[in-house]
């Protein structure tokens, strides 16, 4: 079975500045894709960024950029310029790639404040 | 906008009681979800559908079941409610079957609350 860890229940960064999120996972897989999730105060739940685990290239969506070490089995977010409409939890979640989709794995989340 | 539903979006109940949540469509995705999230656990799968009639368990199904008659709806139903079933009840949809279509996007969040 996957687990996935995020290591840092709470964060805070100050606005315009970069704060990176910490995610670890466990899985015997090679092919999977990762996903971070943001749900804000109103508790939707919105994609951020997702990454597949064969592609080397770290995924980038705006300000919102990762750092996956496959070997590492990490999978960390970065921030930049931090506004205060990123105060939200942040979710990591594992899917193993497999004929059809399977469900996602979730770490226990990050909630981000952001200050201004 | 994915297209999702989620009937109620509040309930309260009392503890014994039957409950359905409904998860509705309008896209035609194959894979449907149904999650639960509480504090300090973020969210966890209580069953999935991979296809009408087509639905399997997931980490934490003790006291729920399913149904998936038509594509674009998806039942969950406490048979008898209880307090621990108190939590916020995650839909989500998937395309499957290709690279880009495996992503899950969510429905608004249905809150129950169990007394």
């Known amino acids: 079975a996957q687990t996935v860890t995020q290591s840092q229940p709470e964060m805070s960064v100050q606005e315009a500045e970069t704060v990176t999120l910490s995610c670890t996972y466990d899985?015997?897989?090679?092919?999977?894709?990762l996903f971070w999730y943001k749900q804000p105060p109103s508790r939707q739940m919105i994609l951020v960024i997702r990454?597949?685990?064969?592609?080397?290239q770290n995924a980038t969506e705006n300000r919102f950029s990762v750092n996956f070490q496959k070997a590492a089995k990490s999978f960390s977010l970065k921030i930049s310029d931090s506004q205060l409409g990123d105060t939200a939890m942040y979710f990591c979640a594992f899917m193993k790639l497999d004929s059809g989709n399977t469900p996602l794995v979730f770490g226990k989340g990050t909630r981000l404040s952001v200050i201004a | 906008d994915a297209g999702i539903t989620q009937s109620p979006r509040h309930k309260v109940t009392e503890t014994g009681t039957p409950v359905t949540l409904r998860c509705h469509q309008t896209e035609n995705h194959r894979y449907m979800y149904w999650y639960r999230q509480d504090p300090g656990h973020g969210l966890r799968l209580i069953h999935y559908?991979?296809?009408?009639?087509?639905?399997d368990k997931g980490e934490v199904s003790d006291g729920y079941s399913v149904s998936r008659s038509k594509t674009e709806d998806f039942l969950l139903t406490l048979e008898s409610a209880t307090s621990s079933q108190t939590s916020v009840y995650f839909c989500?949809?998937?395309?499957?079957?290709?690279?880009?279509?495996?992503?899950?996007?969510f429905g608004p969040g249905t809150r129950l609350l169990v007394l």
């Open positions: 989500a949809i998937s395309e499957g079957g290709g690279v880009g279509e495996e992503t899950q996007y």
């Open positions: 899985t015997s897989e090679n092919n999977y894709y």
């Open positions: 990454q597949e685990a064969y592609k080397q």
């Open positions: 559908s991979y296809g009408v009639k087509d639905t």
